[in-house]
């Protein structure tokens, strides 16, 4: 247990990550008020902010028991950030100063230092076009934000690949439309995403009909708007539990209003091998979808029942080559590093079976523990941070021996050994929509149950969430409130 006491700030938030870097498993409990009596049995830590004059003060006390083990302070002017942002001044110093505590304390460093954002990368790019150089920049990631060096290469490498993406986007005024389909044929053990195993034809023709209705009420809105639709996006749950019929309805509606052949890109996740068929292939081919995703997370069949997929390393193989066959332009796949009973035996396996396949795209996810998901629930949270890394740096070797080069890249709360998940790609075939969305540089507009919008308005420097809901019910009745909000907030941002 971890008693968390904060004196002078509020920054519950922003701690509880930082200590989460070092120990995914501890129970925080957070005070704000100085102690009249310790614990004996936990770590006590005080975090203080004052501020001297125009200079920030955060100093950190750690006591184990009623022994006072370390201290540190850090002040305002050790960091380099933006110092007319008092409140990112003051938050980024009070991290610091309790990272470098707890650095001591648990004999390591995090590679991504006080980083716990989930876009790392987007801190090159703001700073690009704030005026700062490259070395301005690899100075802050290291002495402020105390990322490692070969992290900080690869942010770097991430953000030339996407700056050529950002700058073609930046003064246009387009979106994106993500079509959530929130169903799958199990729930695997890992997922805290908004999906439902238990459906049939008649709950899915329903969620059609309402979707289309959502699109129809949601597009119009974008090209009232004079927004250019950029890429279409159609993520779940496994959109290819729904039949033909149903593409062929969702796309109709599309074509109303947009010339598929002039969109961009269009991606279709085909995650689950048991839900594809070369029926559904050839429709969605047919209908301009450029990009899928068939993801066997593992190669691995043991490891696969272990996580509740129901299909087999073989039907990742020949589900592969009838997307080829039907002629898809680019395949992703999915894999997740430091999934239970696996260690780097059996992610060495899983990539050199990926690699015999050549797909355009690779993604490669941290396991993250989410309280929404029954791994949580069944395993301990155990960092295995050295185990983890090494698997990385086994796909790391694979994609560069191929000529993969990272394209995107972000991270979560809860990952294991405060790592990221990545994605890899052949020169020129990385996925628009995957570089948008995580830059945050273009309008998101989602339709469907657990779809979220995020609208970009530039004028007055800031991105506006609007959530979906995250049952059917409530979708089926009551969606024309997200509508209306999509409506109102598009209306008041920036025209121009």
Do not use: W
Not at 133 to 158: G, S
Not at 180 to 186: E, K, V
Not at 293 to 309: A, D, V
Not at 459 to 474: Q, V, Y
């Amino acid at each position: 247990m971890i008693n968390l006491y904060l004196i002078g700030h509020d920054y519950e938030y922003e701690l509880k990550n930082v200590i989460r870097v070092f120990d995914l498993n501890t129970e925080i409990e957070i005070y704000y008020k100085y102690p009249n009596i310790f614990k004996q049995n936990d770590i006590n830590i005080i975090s203080t902010l004052i501020k001297e004059n125009s200079i920030f003060v955060s100093k950190v006390k750690l006591f184990d028991g009623n022994k006072l083990t370390l201290q540190n302070k850090k002040n305002s002017s050790d960091i380099e950030i933006e110092k007319d942002d008092f409140k990112k001044v003051s938050k980024t110093i009070t991290k610091l100063a309790l990272y470098q505590i707890l650095s001591k304390y648990y004999n390591t460093k995090a590679d991504y230092g006080i980083l716990t954002g989930v876009r790392p990368v987007k801190i090159i790019t703001e700073s690009r076009i704030n005026g700062k150089n490259d070395n301005q920049i690899k100075n802050i990631l290291k002495e402020t934000y105390r990322v490692d060096n070969k992290k900080i290469e690869l942010m770097f490498k991430v953000a030339d690949i996407e700056k050529k993406y950002i700058q073609e986007n930046m003064n246009r005024k387009s979106y994106s439309l993500y079509i959530g389909i929130p169903f799958c044929p199990t729930k695997c053990s890992y997922c805290s995403f908004t999906s439902f195993t238990k459906y049939n034809d008649e709950i899915l023709d329903l969620y059609v009909n309402n979707l289309i209705s959502d699109i129809c009420q949601t597009v119009e809105i974008a090209i009232k708007n004079n927004l250019k639709l950029n890429t279409i996006y159609f993520g779940g749950g496994t959109p290819t539990v729904l039949n033909v019929k149903h593409f062929i309805k969702v796309f109709n509606v599309i074509k109303r209003y947009y010339n598929l052949n002039e969109i961009k890109e269009i991606t279709v996740e085909a995650g689950r091998p048991d839900t594809i068929n070369r029926e559904k292939l050839r429709c969605i081919r047919e209908n301009n979808v450029n990009r899928i995703s068939i993801n066997p997370q593992t190669m691995n069949k043991k490891t696969l029942n272990l996580i509740g997929r129901n299909h087999t390393p073989e039907e990742i193989i020949n589900k592969f080559n009838m997307a080829k066959e039907e002629q898809f332009e680019i395949v992703n796949m999915d894999v997740i590093v430091g999934l239970p009973k696996e260690d780097k035996e059996q992610i060495q396996y899983t990539i050199k079976s990926i690699m015999q396949l050549r797909p355009e795209n690779l993604t490669v996810h941290t396991l993250a523990f989410k309280k929404g998901s029954s791994l949580f629930k069944k395993y301990n949270m155990d960092r295995d941070s050295e185990k983890v890394k090494r698997m990385h740096e086994i796909i790391l070797e694979y994609c560069t021996k191929f000529n993969y080069y990272p394209y995107y890249m972000y991270r979560q709360k809860n990952i294991k050994g405060n790592l990221e998940n990545i994605g890899y790609s052949i020169k020129n075939k990385e996925c628009i929509y995957n570089i948008m969305i995580i830059e945050e540089k273009e309008t998101i507009l989602g339709c469907g149950v657990g779809a979220t919008s995020k609208i970009i308005d530039k004028k007055n420097n800031r991105i506006i969430r609007i959530p979906g809901f995250k049952n059917l019910a409530d979708y089926e009745i009551r969606n024309t409130k997200i509508i209306g909000k999509k409506l109102n907030i598009l209306n008041s941002v920036d025209k121009h």
